[in-house]
């Protein structure tokens, strides 16, 4: 089968296909697209014949790299707490409490940790040891150690919400009790 015969065929169901592996519509695109590709690529050096098989095996293997890229990606978002300035930054008042909302909101995170969540959060954040490490440390694979570190942030990430909303909604409390006084 040609190319050409091949796209027209099947390029939307495999951008449907790839879409729910990947849940976002621009890169199920770009990884569909890249499929056809490398599937041709194939082909031209006479490793494999182009088919239907070979096309949606490397569209699925894309993806799944892509996941594993996110995962990585969503791990190390967070940083180190370094980044999260919470070093001291003189006299500025606001300055401090910020840092004060945001230490209580990751302490609350942390509070809602599962145990090996929060050894694992524990050890990457403060102690600074790469995954591998932690993985073996604690005798688990390496996919175990990410998939707690991305629930670790999933968590400090929604602490964090939290705290802004309160803080954004003190100022409106207190403007609305002034009001009524």
Known sequence: MKLIELY??????????????????DEAADVS?????????????????????????????????ELRKRTFRATDTMGDLDDLELHATGGNPEAHLERQQMIAAIEMAMLRMAPKCLEV???RKIDDLPHAQIARQL?????????????????????????????????????GRRHQE
């Open 139 to 175: 005798g688990v694979s390496t996919k175990t150690v990410e998939r707690h570190m991305t629930r670790a942030l999933q968590l400090c990430h929604e602490a964090l919400l939290e705290e802004t909303e309160r803080a954004d909604a003190l100022p409106l409390a207190m403007a």
């Open 33 to 65: 697209q890249e499929a056809f590709l490398r599937a041709y690529a194939a082909e031209l050096g006479n490793a494999t014949p182009l088919s239907e098989a070979l096309l949606y095996t490397v569209a699925r293997n894309l993806a799944l790299t």
């Open 8 to 25: 027209r065929q099947h390029h939307k169901a495999l951008e449907r296909y790839v879409r729910r592996l990947l849940g976002n519509v």
């Open 121 to 123: 959060f524990r050890l």
